[in-house]
């Protein structure tokens, strides 16, 4: 049993609440257990200056991604009061925008980029994964405001995805592939992986890290298997997000 009482296959609670920042385009809050993440999805009718000095057709979007003072045990600074930000942090925010870019008929968004925020309120575990899943609601919001506006004719959104955590674990002496992984799990784990994975369970990325010693690919592909049935159970609870949005 996992010390939450979760089953192997369990997820845990996760919920979408929709239109919670009144001026972005489009917002959501993701809680997935305790860990919670405010996504905003803005929109600028430019593109960068890189696009135009390469006279790049379409749009862009790109996102940023910060944890809050308190949102771990202990309170962390503000990157922004060390001029710079973490290693960590460029990582996780290029993978936001590089998963939302791999959906997204660039030159159908048009001339302008969207932004994608996502700020960690409360981490238990899992934020990188929850920022996915909850950026592609907002932006999915965002676009269907753009269409609503009459600036956009067709959804450039070409399918869906979600992101979730796997990982292998020792449970009843044994060694398991486990999904969903809060944060005393991740942070004693024999191995962690993070699937961003599509409607259709093709891969868009998979970051996996061997701890305690290298993966045997049987878990791996336990693993695999657990995620993407982790990530119909979200993609589910997208649509309902995006209805209500």
Known sequence: MRHSGRKINEMRKTTIETNVNVH????????????????TASVEEKIPGWMRYQKIAGGWITAEYGMLPRSTHTRIDREATKSKQGGRTLEIQRLIGRSMRSVVDMKALGARTIWLDCDVLQADGGTRTASITGAYVALN????????????????????LAAISCGAIHLDNE??????????????????????L??????????????????????????????????????KIQKEAIEKG
Do not use: R
């Open 24 to 39: 972005a385009e489009g917002s959501c809050i993701i809680s997935v257990g305790q860990t919670k993440v405010l996504c």
């Open 198 to 235: 599509t409607g259709t369970s093709n891969i868009i990325e998979i970051q996996t890290t061997a701890e305690e010693k290298p993966l045997k690919p049987q878990l791996f592909n336990q693993m695999f298997e657990l995620a993407e049935e982790g990530i119909q159970d979200l993609i």
């Open 175 to 196: 060694e398991v592939a486990v999904l969903d992984l809060d944060y005393e799990e991740d942070s004693s784990a024999i191995a962690d992986a993070n699937f961003v």
């Open 141 to 160: 919001i965002a676009i269907q405001k753009l269409m609503q506006n009459g600036k956009l004719k067709n959804n450039p959104i070409k399918g869906e």
